[in-house]
């Protein structure tokens, strides 16, 4: 990996941040997309109110869509923890490998979580594995965190 992109002298993380809110618009915007006609651009927090009464999407896709709601708004609710670790892990000095590796372990479970939740959550006994995966990407956080707390002592 490090042949294709160089982890030790290069420094990649901040560039992580719009691309981990990049990730977070996949499932608000396959959300917004499959909601059709029940997507209220006005109102979009309406949105699930609108589609529960829309006799023509199925229940499938009806899940589907909610859970990439649900997939977007833990992104939201996460991405600023994650910014402001990469932030705090480059002032204090932490190594940059250590940095980038930890932005591309988040990226990678940010990535697999939204696979996970929208399309493999039809089965509802991969909730755990979902889980799993939401607790290493904050684990990458908290380890950005742990490395700039131990840098700066």
């Known amino acids: 990996m490090d042949a294709f992109l160089d982890l030790s002298s290069t420094n990649w993380s901040y560039y992580s ?58 992104g939201f609710e996460t991405i600023g923890l994650y910014a402001a670790a990469v932030v705090a892990a480059n002032v204090a000095g932490v190594p940059v490998q250590s940095i980038n590796q930890l932005a591309l372990l988040h990226l990678a479970t940010r990535a697999v979580y939204n696979y996970i939740y929208v399309v493999l959550q039809d089965n509802a006994r991969v909730a755990p594995l979902r889980s799993l995966v939401w607790m290493a990407s904050l684990g990458a956080s908290f380890a950005l965190f742990i490395k700039a707390g131990n840098a700066v002592n």
Request: glycine share 2%; no cysteine.
């Open 17 to 74: 941040i719009p691309v981990a809110f990049m990730l977070i618009m996949v499932p608000h915007s396959y959300a917004s997309v499959a909601a059709g006609k029940s997507y209220d651009l006005a109102n979009p927090r309406k949105t699930e109110e609108h589609l529960a009464k829309d006799t023509t999407v199925d229940k499938v896709k009806f899940k589907r869509i909610i859970r990439a709601k649900a997939a977007a708004n833990n």
